[in-house]
């Protein structure tokens, strides 16, 4: 069964130091990775995808994550946080076989950029 | 393009009663998919349209949630009777076929359930 974890439930950061927020995820055959921010009573919005080739992808608003498959982690980074940037973000997978059109979601974590 | 329309934005409603949800994705977007997501928790899949047929319903608590898509455009989410666990947002996303499936989602904006 596929699965992913962001094991941080909050992240807190200055405005202008870089930020990372982390996901591992566990899928059989090849993984393909997503992220996603949700604002306050807004729907999610997509940032970034991982589907094959290079490692590191890059999304909207600056933001880019790394794809390493030998510790199955996909981590969020930006080299400069802004405060804008506070949000919920949410790490999914789909994975292969069967359940390749379903993407599963993590539970979150929560990114607070301090002035 | 014109993003997934959900409505209502907010319900609220008291235990037992029961609610529908309206989406209508993005046109020409053969799969429609419904998400539940709890206060502090990630999406959780309810069910997973393919036009107008079901791919995917294992996460859906079938003794109370209905839904269907009988055109395979729209779709309608029901709770009937709802009750307190049910509150939360409900999010529609869609997806065109083929190389759309590796694009990622794009999802309403939800509608808000609060069950009292």
């Known amino acids: 069964a596929q699965s992913v974890a962001q094991p941080e439930d909050q992240v807190n950061v200055a405005e202008g130091n870089p930020l990372t927020v982390k996901c591992t995820y566990s899928v059989s055959g090849n993984p393909y990775l997503f992220w996603y921010v949700q604002y306050p009573n807004r729907g999610l919005q997509f940032l970034l995808k991982?589907?094959?080739?290079?490692?590191l992808v890059k999304g909207s608003y600056g933001f880019e994550a790394e794809f390493n498959k030998s510790q199955t982690s996909f981590h969020l980074k930006k080299p400069s946080a802004l405060v804008s940037d506070s949000a919920l973000y949410f790490c999914a997978v789909r994975g292969g076989g069967s359940s390749a059109s379903k993407i599963i979601f993590g539970s979150g974590t929560r990114l607070s950029i301090r002035p | 393009e014109a993003g997934v329309a959900q409505s209502p934005r907010y319900k609220i409603i008291e235990k037992r009663q029961s609610v529908a949800f309206w989406c209508n994705p993005i046109?020409?977007?053969?799969?429609l998919y419904w998400y539940q997501q709890i206060l502090g928790q990630g999406p959780k899949l309810l069910i997973q349209?393919?036009?107008?047929?079901?791919?995917?319903d294992s996460q859906l608590p079938k003794d109370r949630f209905s839904a269907e898509r009988l055109k395979g455009v729209d779709s309608t989410l029901k709770i009937q009777p709802a009750k307190l666990e049910d509150s939360a947002v409900y999010l529609c996303?869609?997806?065109?076929?083929?190389?759309?499936?590796?694009?990622?989602?794009?999802f309403g904006s939800g509608t808000r359930l609060t069950v009292v």
């Open positions: 046109s020409g977007h053969a799969t």
């Open positions: 349209f393919q036009n107008n047929g079901v791919v995917d």
């Open positions: 991982y589907i094959t080739g290079d490692n």
């Open positions: 996303a869609s997806s065109s076929s083929g190389t759309g499936l590796l694009a990622g989602y794009t």
